[in-house]
């Protein structure tokens, strides 16, 4: 199955420590949100890598990723493990598992 999930490029300029610094524009920052998901569909959110996924597990990760982003789409930019869960916020799409929250900039 393709990969249905985007990547966009995004500029970000370098603060004195040499770490990213969030980007402003007119006054606003960059906007996350941190959403737990299964952990096994980190490879695929963060790198658009499908090849550790079922087609099943990848359909229901982009039918998450759609409810949450719509067509704006985000980026993934970090994963932590927090163990098993099973009221997590993909849990209309998968079964409890062990699980990371996602930190996606939109």
């Known amino acids: 199955m393709r990969s249905s999930l985007s990547r966009k ?4 300029p370098l603060n004195t420590n040499g770490g990213a610094s969030p980007h402003t524009h007119k006054g606003q920052t960059m906007k996350t949100i941190t959403l737990t998901a299964p952990a096994h569909w980190a ?3 963060i790198n658009a890598d499908a090849s550790g996924l079922d087609d099943e597990d990848q359909r229901a990760c982009d ?3 759609r409810s949450q982003f719509g067509r704006k789409g985000a980026i993934c930019v970090d994963a932590e ?4 869960v099973a009221w997590h916020d993909a849990r209309a799409y998968a ?3 062990d699980c990371a ?3 996606f900039i939109i």
């Open 43 to 45: 490879c695929y959110l």
């Open 63 to 65: 039918l998450f990723f």
């Open 101 to 103: 929250e996602f930190t």
């Open 81 to 84: 493990d927090v163990g098993f």
């Open 95 to 97: 079964l409890a598992a």
């Open 9 to 12: 490029m995004i500029k970000m």
